[in-house]
């Protein structure tokens, strides 16, 4: 039975070398830059994405849904004045003025809560899958893991970028405000229209709490995948997954060996994923001299590079970090 590296080495057209054997009894962090150096992980085939439509639909639908999502927080409009007028001017009609506003507004953020439930329920299944074990021969699998891999990085690179638009979008939180604010009352409103969108008010107290976070969504990604470590008892086997798929995008980084600049941009992508997910499932962090992943050669690797819109790679890092600032 082969490790989760062997997996993923059909995709390098390469094996370890004896050096890169011996150097597992180095330091860790001295390891990672040097072990798997033949290990080039390259996610921008097209038949990846097919590999994930054909196989994991739920993870695919995902992906689709995240994408409209996003798109819809791009475009998202904000009800300031309605709101500013019913706060200074409180009357029932201006109140009502300012929920008609809003509602659309809220139904969609309830919908973004709802995404990130979702991926609360597919990160263990994504992981549990990386983390099986399978014959070295099987290349299948091989391929199911390099769907798997770009399937977390494409959810993963969803998450970064709402996150990114949720805190440059104050009015999202003002809405939210204002819409719990006076929920009991809308709640009782004769108007249809406003009575029907009004959302469950155990749902809206939760929403408010997710909304709190700066990073709700990749924060969801966390702990779903740091509760199925825990839960499984495959913390070990999770980090190894992890600092596996992190030494071959690096490798791949490092050595300017992506085939193509999409491979490239995924590569950052499960970088910094792997590097987020190992610091706050690793009860010692990634900062550790005892980590698996080199935090400080990755951050030199993706220095600079454009993540989300104009937020570069080790930004993200230090925003999402436990550990590492």
Same mark, same amino acid.
């Given at each position: #039975?082969?490790?989760?590296? =062997?997996?993923?080495?059909? /995709?390098?057209?390469?094996?370890?070398?004896?050096?890169?054997?011996?150097?597992?009894? +180095?330091?860790?962090?001295?390891?990672?830059?040097?072990?798997?150096?033949?290990?080039?992980?390259?996610?921008?085939? &097209?038949?990846?994405?097919?590999?994930?439509?054909?196989?994991?639909?739920?993870?695919?639908? #995902?992906?689709?849904?995240?994408?409209? &999502?996003?798109?819809?927080?791009?475009?998202?409009?904000?009800?300031?004045?309605?709101?500013?007028?019913?706060?200074?001017?409180?009357?029932?009609?201006?109140?009502?003025?300012?929920?008609?506003?809003?509602?659309? =507004?809220?139904?969609? &953020?309830?919908?973004?809560?709802?995404?990130?439930?979702?991926?609360?329920?597919?990160?263990?299944?994504?992981?549990?899958? @990386?983390?099986?074990?399978?014959?070295?021969?099987?290349?299948?699998?091989?391929?199911?893991?390099?769907? @798997? +891999?770009?399937?977390?990085?494409? &959810?993963?690179?969803? !998450?970064?970028?709402?996150?990114?638009?949720? +805190? /440059?979008?104050?009015?999202?939180?003002?809405?939210? =405000?204002?819409?719990?604010?006076?929920?009991?009352? #809308?709640?009782?409103?004769?108007?249809?229209?406003?009575?029907? %969108?009004?959302?469950?008010?155990?749902?809206?107290?939760?929403?408010?709490?997710?909304?709190?976070?700066?990073?709700?969504?990749?924060? !969801?990604?966390?702990?779903?995948? /740091?509760?199925? +470590?825990?839960?499984?008892?495959?913390?070990?086997?999770?980090?190894?997954?992890?600092?596996?798929?992190?030494?071959?995008?690096? %490798?791949?980084?490092?050595?300017?060996?992506?085939?193509?600049?999409?491979?490239?941009?995924?590569?950052?992508?499960?970088?910094?994923?792997?590097?987020?997910?190992?610091?706050?499932?690793?009860?010692?962090?990634?900062?550790?001299?005892? =980590?698996?992943?080199?935090?400080?050669?990755?951050?030199?690797?993706? /220095?600079?590079?454009?993540?989300?819109?104009?937020?570069?790679?080790?930004?993200?890092?230090?925003?999402?970090?436990?550990?590492?600032?």
């Amino acid at each position: #039975m082969g490790s989760f590296f =062997s997996m993923l080495r059909g /995709s390098s057209g390469g094996h370890s070398t004896g050096a890169a054997r011996n150097s597992r009894d +180095a330091e860790p962090t001295a390891r990672f830059s040097k072990q798997f150096t033949d290990f080039i992980l390259n996610l921008g085939d &097209l038949r990846n994405i097919e590999y994930i439509q054909e196989n994991f639909p739920e993870g695919y639908n #995902m992906l689709l849904t995240g994408h409209g &999502l996003i798109q819809d927080i791009r475009d998202y409009q904000g009800g300031g004045e309605e709101i500013r007028v019913a706060i200074s001017q409180p009357t029932e009609e201006n109140e009502e003025a300012a929920w008609r506003k809003i509602c659309p =507004s809220a139904a969609l &953020l309830l919908k973004c809560f709802e995404y990130a439930q979702d991926i609360d329920r597919i990160i263990p299944t994504i992981l549990e899958e @990386l983390c099986s074990q399978v014959s070295d021969q099987d290349l299948g699998k091989s391929d199911r893991n390099r769907g @798997l +891999a770009r399937l977390l990085a494409d &959810l993963m690179q969803n !998450a970064f970028t709402f996150d990114a638009l949720k +805190a /440059s979008i104050p009015a999202i939180q003002n809405d939210l =405000s204002y819409y719990r604010r006076t929920h009991a009352r #809308m709640a009782k409103s004769q108007d249809e229209n406003i009575a029907r %969108n009004v959302i469950p008010q155990d749902v809206s107290n939760q929403m408010s709490l997710f909304y709190a976070y700066h990073n709700p969504m990749v924060k !969801a990604v966390v702990d779903s995948a /740091s509760q199925f +470590a825990k839960s499984s008892r495959t913390e070990a086997l999770v980090l190894n997954s992890l600092s596996t798929l992190a030494a071959g995008s690096f %490798n791949t980084l490092k050595q300017s060996k992506a085939d193509s600049p999409e491979s490239e941009q995924l590569c950052v992508f499960v970088l910094v994923t792997c590097c987020v997910l190992y610091d706050w499932i690793s009860p010692e962090g990634i900062s550790n001299p005892q =980590s698996t992943i080199d935090i400080k050669a990755v951050v030199d690797t993706v /220095s600079g590079r454009k993540l989300v819109d104009t937020t570069t790679a080790d930004s993200m890092l230090r925003s999402n970090c436990r550990t590492y600032r």
